[in-house]
């Protein structure tokens, strides 16, 4: 069973940066692809970026190009997602999610499994 568990949100000011990480644990069978989702008052859960553990496939949804990187430390079974020039329209809860599959999905319906989110709030 794999387990996820986010941390790093918190409360930062426009323009600012925060940094999340997602601790994997437990046994993992086949491939696997993480994955970072958010979700906003109101809002559907949506697709943030996506990348297989081996790094090899990665993409990012088109609003947070140029502005979120997602990265990793194998030796820590960790994923990180740095978070450059945050603006109020990011706040949201942001999850950590895997898939165990080699290719890439945008559907939080196709996801294995999920961490509890964690709190990402934008001030102006």
């Known amino acids: 069973q794999v387990q996820l568990a986010e941390s790093g949100g918190g409360l930062v000011q426009a323009g600012g940066s925060l940094k999340l990480s997602c601790a994997v644990t437990?046994?993992?069978?086949?491939?696997?692809?993480m994955a970072w989702f958010r979700q906003a008052p109101g809002k559907e859960r949506e697709f943030v970026v996506a990348?297989?553990?081996?790094?090899?496939?990665?993409y990012y949804a088109d609003s947070v190009k140029g502005r979120f990187t997602i990265s990793k430390e194998n030796e820590k079974n960790a994923v990180y997602l740095q978070m450059l020039s945050l603006n109020p329209e990011d706040t949201a809860v942001y999850y950590c999610?895997?898939?165990?599959?080699?290719?890439?999905?945008?559907?939080?319906?196709?996801?294995?499994?999920w961490g509890q989110g964690t709190q990402v709030t934008v001030s102006s």
């Open positions: 999610a895997a898939r165990r599959s080699r290719a890439i999905s945008q559907s939080p319906a196709e996801q294995d499994y």
């Open positions: 437990g046994r993992t069978v086949g491939d696997l692809v």
């Open positions: 990348t297989s553990w081996s790094g090899s496939v990665t």
